[in-house]
């Protein structure tokens, strides 16, 4: 692994790495026997978002997902997350072995109990015994995550190789700072993760809150601005005085307000940090990579928060920016009328909207009712995205950002 901050990159090796399995090389039943083995007391995921195949307005299993259909299908040769899970604790259940803990670590807002949601919905519907079994067995702990890990691209790695003096195609980037809050709830005991630094607390919700908000809002904020606005990196966005100010406006006056932190919990510095995070300048972390799987990251990223500021009469011209250049996005054109390669699992709906409408501000209420969410009838909110998009036409991303 590389460590990279502004001043000095260290390279350190994760030792406690000792095995890699893919499907490929030792096929789903390794795999499954691996998760069946009687001394696993963990399971932890990460698999962004749409690995999850949840419904986003719900939260709940979303059983038309074309993998989890798959997996009805055929059980016990999964292709999902969460048919490998619920497949694996058949085998723990029906081999009379101890229950274990699922310890989700992605950027969804109760994340443990989307997986409940997901593994008990998709194991009740193979048999009702074993949902049973699971719901009174196992837990489903939440978690938050916080480091910024970019994808590696053939550059890092190559970067990496000259540093490390060999080339290790399994070799990642990140950022110095790091933080895990962990709600302590293991059914078959845990490492001490908070010897290394971990937080075990009651409650997670307010530090997934505040991440999902101010930073993970945030870089999607950046993701699209950015990307319409010609810059490749989000360390190139802060280099703009106008993005910079924009974003940290967006943390103090639109993101932080809707929080309900802990006593002590400093939002401002907070906020500071993470502009100071952000600006790394070894970080390369893409604009495209954070924009992708927008329709599944920005009902927790923004939606919840614009419903806050609905419910209490308070302004969000940032939020309603930042959604609007979402949109404009998906679009699959650039400001410069380049092909954007848009990563979404509602790509072909994206564009059968834009077929429909053009590039214009009547997309919005349409683009607003893929998220099933009540707010895309809230004609206050469609008002303030349908100008905010308007804007992003007649002016650009840049121009955008730099007004308010």
Known sequence: MRKKGQKKTELKIIGSMVDALHPEFVGQQGILETMAQPQVAIISLTITEKGYCADAAS???????????????????????????????????????????????????????????????????????????????????????????????????????????????????????????????????????????????????????????????????????GYLGGYAHIADTMVNPDYRQAVLDLMLQEQAPTLTMPIGTDLSQYAHLLIERFSNPSLKHQTWQIAMDGSQKLPQRMLDSVTYHLTNGSDYPHLALGIAGWMRYVSGKDEQDKWIDVCDPLVDQFKSIYQQYGLSADVVPALLAVFGNPLSGNPHFVRAVTEAYQRLLDCGARQAAAVF
Not at 66 to 90: F, H, M, W
Not at 153 to 173: K, S
Request: proline share 6%; aromatic share 8%.
């Open 59 to 225: 939260g709940k299993l979303n059983v038309n997902n074309a993998l989890i259909q798959q997996d009805l299908v055929n059980p016990t040769a999964p292709k999902s997350a969460i048919g490998y899970l619920v497949e694996a604790l058949r085998l723990r259940y029906e081999r009379g072995l101890s229950p274990l803990t699922v310890m989700s670590c992605d950027n969804i807002r109760e994340n443990g109990k989307v997986t409940r949601e997901a593994v008990i919905g998709f194991a009740r519907l193979r048999d009702e015994k074993l949902a049973q079994w699971i719901e009174r067995n196992v837990t489903f702990p939440c978690t938050m995550v916080d480091r910024i890990v970019p994808a590696a691209t053939p550059e890092l790695l190559e970067e990496i190789a000259e540093q490390l003096g060999v080339y290790d195609p399994c070799a990642i980037a990140c950022e110095p700072f790091r933080q895990w809050v962990i709600e302590d709830n293991f059914v078959s005991g845990r490492p001490n993760w908070d010897v290394a630094g971990a937080q075990f607390v009651e409650d997670v919700a307010p530090f997934e809150t505040m991440k999902l908000r101010m930073l993970n809002g945030s870089h999607s904020f950046l993701a699209y601005l």
